[in-house]
């Protein structure tokens, strides 16, 4: 038997500048959205960098066609929640490798926004839920924790600032894992964020209509993720995050 986790701690904080690195278009917009509009509403400046553009994500489309179409998504599911800076890394969707490339191209991301929170995904073989990890979903869950120092070590990468002038960063003082087995803390999202972020998932409607029908609608899937989550943590809605504090 697993020995029961310690009790969530409420994460109240709001940094200056957030950076969300993910694999796919959507991989934000399945709960983390919610805590980005409620950082973006305390005055947050957020990004999002992902590394995929999510070509190989519908069945149904030609990998070009719903490269643009997927982008063209993601952004308004960004502008949905205040962010404007949405950046794609260009690695081929459904077989991003983990490596010195990956980890310099995030690296680069964080140099060139300086932030103070990095948002990174689980890179366990199961998500909290006991779902399967998607490989692209590890390797980049991975390379981001490695990458926040890499961006802060000048030695490492080091043509990101001799040839393309990007000083090193080592402001990340937090790094917030989602969809964790263990996470440690949660961020109330109830309200006006749940709310939000229902709206940003709603954007990805060619994806959405590509899904099997017995997928639940993106109410009833925040439901079940933000709710579960708010059950966790005596609230209504909360995003579920394992928290590594820096420094």
């Known amino acids: 038997m697993e020995p029961d986790l310690p009790p969530l701690a409420r994460f109240d904080e709001t940094p200056a500048s957030v950076l969300c690195v993910v694999a796919h278009p959507d991989d934000i917009e399945y709960g983390t959205a919610a805590a980005v509009h409620r950082w973006v509403g305390a005055g947050a400046r957020v990004a999002y960098f992902l590394l995929t553009s999510g070509e190989a994500g519908i069945d149904t489309m030609d990998p070009v066609q719903a ?132 709206h940003s998932l709603e954007a990805h409607e060619a994806y959405n209509r590509a899904l099997p029908p017995e997928f639940p609608v993106p109410r009833a899937l925040l439901q079940m993720i933000l709710g579960s989550g708010g059950e966790a943590a005596g609230v209504e809605h909360a995003l579920l995050l394992d928290v590594i504090r820096r420094g």
């Open 67 to 198: 490269k643009a179409v997927r982008e063209d998504e993601e952004r308004e599911s960004a502008r949905r929640v205040g962010v404007e800076s949405v950046e794609f890394g260009g690695w081929p969707d459904g077989a991003v490798e983990y490596g010195l490339a990956l980890r310099k191209d995030i690296a680069r991301a964080i140099r060139r926004h300086r932030p103070e929170l990095v948002v990174a995904s689980h890179w366990g073989e199961r998500f909290g839920t006991g779902m399967l990890n998607q490989a692209d979903h590890r390797a980049v869950g991975l390379a981001t924790l490695d990458a926040v120092a890499d961006a802060g070590n000048r030695w490492l990468h080091r043509d990101l600032l001799e040839v393309e002038g990007l000083e090193p960063w080592g402001g990340v003082t937090v790094i917030a894992v989602g969809g964790s087995d263990r996470p440690t803390h949660f961020v109330d999202v109830s309200g006006e964020p749940f709310e939000a972020a229902v």
